[in-house]
């Protein structure tokens, strides 16, 4: 097999990328402290055509030479805003009747694998800092709580891993199609 050349790999210019359809889908960091674990999200949501980053709390935002490390001009085409509290970003959300999901291990969490995705609803995904997880407030507001299977002796993933995980599960249900 021969790897593609830049020519075939059918890349878009940021204008470009900003006007066409996106995955319904926003991704919500609460209080993510690694910058370039946000510049990892950053691009990861470029790759997957998601509508846009809300960077809440303690989050770093752009311009920045960490994040611009990682996400590679990623945050130049992915929408982006910020908000002092996550609690504020789910409140911008509900108004826009998004269905709230937590990517985080609770009790009644339903496994990424069984969680159905629906034609036609926004969806906002909240994922968390790097230790303490998704504040317990924050996920009290979610609408659900979606955790990823794990089989290992550390039962957590990098956030930046996690979030790309789930990004791909509704990517692949109700993302666009460059193909």
Request: net charge negative; hydrophobic share 40%.
């Given at each position: 097999m021969?790897?593609k050349?830049?020519?075939?790999?059918?890349?878009?210019?940021?204008?470009?990328?900003?006007?066409?359809?996106?995955?319904?889908?926003?991704?919500?960091?609460?209080?993510v402290?690694?910058?370039?674990?946000?510049?990892s999200?950053?691009?990861?949501?470029?790759?997957?055509?998601?509508r846009?980053?809300l960077?809440?709390?303690?989050?770093?935002?752009?311009?920045?030479?960490?994040?611009?490390?990682?996400?590679?001009?990623?945050?130049?085409?992915?929408?982006?805003?910020?908000?002092?509290?996550?609690?504020?970003?789910?409140?911008?959300?509900r108004?826009?009747?998004?269905?709230?999901?937590?990517?985080?291990?609770?009790k009644?969490?339903?496994?990424?694998?069984?969680?159905?995705?629906?034609?036609?609803r926004?969806?906002?995904?909240?994922?968390?800092?790097?230790?303490d997880?998704?504040?317990?407030?924050?996920?009290?507001?979610?609408?659900?709580c979606?955790?990823?299977?794990?089989?290992?002796?550390?039962?957590?993933?990098?956030?930046?891993?996690?979030?790309?995980?789930?990004?791909?599960?509704?990517?692949?249900?109700?993302?666009?199609?460059?193909?």
């Amino acid at each position: 097999m021969e790897k593609k050349n830049i020519w075939e790999l059918n890349r878009v210019g940021v204008e470009e990328f900003r006007a066409q359809e996106k995955t319904p889908l926003t991704l919500v960091l609460d209080n993510v402290r690694s910058l370039n674990n946000i510049g990892s999200m950053f691009r990861t949501a470029d790759a997957f055509g998601i509508r846009r980053l809300l960077l809440c709390g303690i989050c770093a935002v752009p311009p920045s030479p960490e994040i611009h490390k990682t996400a590679l001009g990623a945050e130049e085409s992915v929408e982006w805003l910020y908000f002092s509290t996550t609690a504020q970003a789910l409140a911008w959300l509900r108004e826009r009747n998004t269905t709230l999901c937590c990517l985080e291990q609770v009790k009644e969490s339903v496994m990424l694998q069984d969680f159905e995705v629906e034609q036609g609803r926004e969806y906002a995904l909240v994922v968390g800092h790097e230790v303490d997880g998704v504040d317990q407030a924050v996920v009290d507001e979610c609408d659900v709580c979606i955790e990823i299977p794990q089989c290992g002796t550390k039962h957590s993933m990098n956030v930046a891993v996690s979030a790309g995980v789930a990004m791909w599960h509704f990517f692949s249900r109700l993302g666009i199609s460059n193909s």
